[in-house]
């Protein structure tokens, strides 16, 4: 039987870690009771309580009784052309937040978020425009993943499945969560993902970055750069004005890389704005004596975004000038027309409703 203090709703189970389960189980379950659930939730991936069959029935029932899955339920997803699925997923109080499936040749990447909505305000992004509503938990990051993983009929623990946090939210901001997700993805006991296979992206929250460092199971770190200068950034990013550009390089080079780790800098270019050859060359120097590789986006498109796409041959050149000194990728836009590329997630608008096809 459950514990007494359990006799009210506890919250979800996707989440909870195996310390967690057997708090929630008592001393009246024998051990190995949450070892089978925490194996039903993860390494299984069941979709509800009743697919537990493992369990005394008296013990499921309470559990259906007095928890929840807290997966996520689908509100609309959208297929773009170029075989990208867009997902809205209602959490279980309705706020709604999204994620984004990437089919590739060889591997699939599952982009998630980490906040409902965004405080960083970054002037070049529609999630910004949200403001921040609240923090996503543990389970409902991973839950993302286990939802999007059945949809699509992928393989958790194949080789080609990459997650990244590059979705809605700063997640830095929200650390603590994040570092749990990431123990619950990787755990080989239970989903069993490769830390190599996790990247967080982070706009510059300068302390956090020290504390991810410190985690012994943390994702592979992505610093969202954007700009060549100071001043160019704290007008981009205001998160600038509160972590300079200088204390957040000086934070880079204080990270410890692991042996097979090298940092991301991603780098955004609008059109006449940071895209010139004098900010390849200011990147350069900036990022100058770090094991690092550049990422860089052209800017996707969005009503309320005051900037334009350069032009292909002014990416190209850019690249052309970072790549003498560093290893540096153009990335490719994926799920344009369905408003699903980076820095596109602001939910689902109805003047984008027309732009895709919707699947209920």
């Known amino acids: 039987m459950l514990p007494t203090q359990c006799q009210t709703p506890v919250g979800p189970l996707v989440g909870m870690e195996l310390p967690d389960l057997r708090n ?11 070892r089978q659930l925490y194996d039903a939730l993860y390494r299984q991936q069941v979709a509800n309580l009743s697919e537990i069959s493992v369990l005394p029935k008296s013990l499921q029932n309470q559990l259906v009784t007095h928890t929840s899955m807290g997966l996520p339920a689908v509100e609309r997803r959208f297929d773009s052309a170029d075989g990208t699925r867009r997902y809205l997923l209602r959490l279980e109080d309705n706020r709604t937040v999204e994620a984004v499936l990437m089919p590739e040749e060889g591997r699939d990447t599952i982009c998630i978020s980490s906040q409902v909505g965004c405080p960083v305000d970054c002037k070049f992004c529609l999630t910004a425009l949200m403001g921040l509503e609240r923090n996503l938990t543990a389970g409902e990051i991973i839950g993302q ?7 699509a009929g992928l393989e958790l623990k194949s080789n080609r499945l990459n997650i990244v946090l590059m979705g809605m939210g700063e997640p830095l901001l929200n650390l603590e969560q994040v570092l749990k997700a990431t123990r619950l993805l990787t755990d080989p006991s239970g989903i069993g993902l490769s830390q190599k296979r996790i990247t967080v992206s982070t706009s510059g929250i300068v302390p956090k970055i020290a504390e991810l460092g410190q985690a012994e199971v943390r994702p592979k770190l992505a610093i969202s750069l954007n700009a060549s200068s100071e001043a160019q950034r704290r007008e ?3 998160i600038t004005r509160k972590y300079s550009l200088a204390a957040l390089m000086e934070a880079c080079r204080a990270y410890s890389l692991r042996p097979w780790e090298k940092l991301t800098f991603e780098y955004v270019l609008l059109g006449d704005v940071n895209d010139s050859d004098t900010d390849a060359r200011r990147v350069v120097r900036l990022i100058a004596n770090l094991n690092c590789k550049v990422n860089l986006i052209a800017l996707n498109p969005g009503p309320g975004i005051p900037f334009e796409t350069p032009a292909p041959e002014r990416v190209t050149a850019f690249q052309h ?3 003498q000194s560093v290893p540096c990728f153009i990335r490719k836009p994926r799920g344009l027309d369905i408003y ?21």
Do not use: F, N, W
Request: glycine share 4%.
């Open 24 to 34: 929630l189980l008592g001393p009246d379950q024998p051990a190995y009771r949450a």
């Open 145 to 151: 993943v286990l939802y999007i993983v059945r949809d």
């Open 236 to 238: 981009l990013m205001p």
């Open 321 to 323: 000038i970072v790549r």
């Open 340 to 360: 699903a590329a980076c820095g596109q997630l602001k939910r689902v608008a109805p003047d984008l409703l027309s732009l895709a096809t919707e699947h209920q």
